[in-house]
């Protein structure tokens, strides 16, 4: 564990000096601004309200985007592995979802939203939505797939039911695996909420926030809000992986 913190702590430090370097090269603070200027716009973004209020909101959206995608990959997951008919009939769907231009869909639903302006809020949600469920649904099938192959003839031979066998054995043996991903999809989901929120404009979001600094010139504070999601993407990553170990500890 300290070794791997160790190495992390050491591709930063290889980041920042990579970062110094390239400033230095370009010396043009309209292309690539000081580390030192994009930390100090970064102070300011944490002492402004109206950063925390996007941050709430550009949170909220991520999380409802990942609990939406969740009980539905969950869903789908439990029809798929009761039913090969149900597998079959989900599959073309799964697949169109992960096949469909994520920038398309944005482009759809602000086409929508003349109509509906309550889809320059949602539209986030909808597009991260769409893009975390078929990475859900793959990831929740293929452990209960592997579960099964483990532990599926057992079962039959003990007359096990198709509900006790999924309910019983499959989900909490399944669940590790599965939350071990969580955190590295939530990240994906807010990289994908942000971008949705730039495109749709919405209004009370770190996107929107990364508009305005764009079409003022505000480049440090643009490189300051990039910095802090990947930092906030840091952070949900952890968190998710805290839970994985958690729910290691208590299947064991």
């Given at each position: 564990m300290k070794k791997n913190l160790l190495f992390s702590a050491l591709s930063l430090a290889i980041l920042a000096l990579a970062w110094v370097a390239v400033y230095f090269i370009v010396r043009?603070?309209?292309?690539?601004?000081s580390l030192w200027d994009t930390?100090?716009?970064?102070?300011?973004?944490?002492?402004?309200?109206?950063?925390?209020?996007?941050?709430?909101?550009?949170?909220?959206?991520?999380?409802?985007?990942?609990a939406l995608a969740f009980l539905l990959g969950a869903g789908l997951a439990a029809l798929a592995s009761l039913s090969e008919k149900a597998r079959a009939l989900i599959a073309p769907f799964v697949s169109v979802l992960r096949s469909v231009p994520?920038?398309?869909?944005?482009?759809?639903?602000?086409?929508?939203?003349?109509?509906?302006?309550?889809?320059?809020?949602?539209?986030?949600?909808?597009?991260?939505l769409l893009v975390l469920l078929p990475t859900l649904y793959a990831a929740m099938l293929a452990s209960v797939d592997e579960v099964r192959a483990g532990y599926g003839e057992v079962a039959a031979a003990f007359g096990v039911s198709a509900k006790n066998q999924l309910f019983?054995?499959?989900?909490?043996?399944?669940?590790?695996?599965?939350?071990?991903?969580?955190?590295?999809?939530?990240s994906l989901g807010l990289k994908i909420t942000v971008s949705g929120e730039i495109l749709a404009r919405t209004y009370r979001s770190i996107g929107g926030l990364m508009q305005t600094a764009q079409l003022e010139l505000q480049l440090a504070s643009?490189?300051?809000?990039?910095?802090?999601?990947?930092?906030?993407?840091?952070?949900?990553?952890?968190?998710?992986?805290?839970?994985?170990?958690?729910?290691?500890?208590?299947?064991?």
């Open positions: 043009n603070d309209g292309i690539v601004p930390f100090v716009a970064a102070g300011r973004e944490f002492g402004s309200a109206a950063f925390w209020r996007g941050f709430a909101f550009t949170l909220l959206r991520d999380l409802a985007a990942f994520t920038i398309a869909v944005t482009l759809i639903l602000l086409a929508w939203a003349v109509r509906y302006p309550a889809l320059y809020s949602t539209a986030p949600i909808i597009v991260a019983k054995m499959y989900v909490p043996l399944a669940a590790p695996p599965v939350l071990a991903q969580c955190g590295p999809i939530l643009l490189f300051a809000l990039t910095l802090i999601v990947v930092v906030i993407g840091f952070v949900l990553e952890g968190a998710g992986y805290l839970l994985y170990r958690f729910a290691e500890r208590r299947l064991k």
